[in-house]
């Protein structure tokens, strides 16, 4: 079994009514279209106390279905515009995809 | 590398081999009111656990129209699926993107790298035999 994959699928948590700015970061990079699911986080009240944060308990969840040679790209474009530091606070991971189908050729 | 399908028809159930198939799990993205109609298409390939999410879509409008999808509001169908189902899923999937009304979607399938508990594999699994030994032990 190889281990390359195509595709991958780039999940970004992020606080809610940022999912624009993903998409805007991702699509710079190659990305095309993304969906976008309402969350709910659950951060620790311990930790928020602790770091001096208040975690927005309203996220949303952005997939982005992505080439997997612009993976990288994408990542780290999602980390600089809509990171932890910046006010959407977007965390944002992949997972290898090993077959799709209805994606159109564009 | 060449494995025994597990649910091939043996003559001897004691002497069946209970191999055990890894699990993926199957993304499914398709308009709000075709959500339906895909769960019970998934329900009939052995998959016990599915879960239903709201979301929607960001392409834009002209987009949209560009590839034939009319509808930003989406469902996005999380399956629990059995490895050796995977290709046959994802080609009925295919075939109904392509013929149903209004049916265009993406789907895609992302390995399980483990699974706590034997009833629990069994059920997503839909291998009946592993909670059955289980239980005789």
């Not at chain 1, 948590?13 to 991702?26: L, P, R, T, Y």
């Not at chain 2, 494995?3 to 004691?14: A, E, G, V």
């Not at chain 2, 329900?43 to 016990?48: L, P």
């Amino acid at each position: 079994m190889s281990n390359t994959f195509s595709h991958e699928v780039i999940f970004c948590i992020i606080n809610s009514g940022f999912s624009e700015n993903v998409m805007d970061s991702a699509k710079k990079v190659g990305a095309t279209g993304g969906t976008v699911i309402n969350a709910r986080g659950t951060a620790g009240k311990d930790a928020e106390k602790f770091f001096g944060v208040t975690v927005d308990p309203e996220k949303e969840i952005v997939m982005i279905l992505v080439p997997a040679d612009k993976k990288d790209d994408v990542l780290h474009a999602l980390y600089k515009d809509v990171g932890l530091d910046s006010p959407g606070q977007g965390i944002a991971f992949s997972l290898p995809v090993d077959s799709v189908v209805g994606l159109t050729e564009q | 590398m060449k494995l025994k399908p597990i649910f091939s028809k043996s003559k001897s159930k004691k002497t069946a081999p209970v191999g055990h198939k890894k699990l993926k799990l199957l993304i499914t993205v398709v308009n709000r009111n075709k959500a339906e109609f895909f769960v019970d298409l998934l329900q009939g390939y052995e998959v016990n656990f599915q879960i239903r999410v709201l979301a929607n879509g960001t392409a834009k409008s002209e987009m949209l129209h560009l590839l034939g999808l009319e509808d930003e509001e989406k469902c996005v169908i999380f399956s629990v699926i059995r490895e050796d189902k995977a290709d046959e899923i994802l080609h009925v999937l295919q075939d109904k993107f392509s013929s149903v009304r209004g049916g265009k979607g993406i789907a895609f399938t992302t390995p399980l790298s483990s699974v706590i508990g034997v009833t629990v594999y069994g059920f997503l699994s839909n291998n009946k035999t592993v909670v059955k030994e289980n239980k005789d032990e």
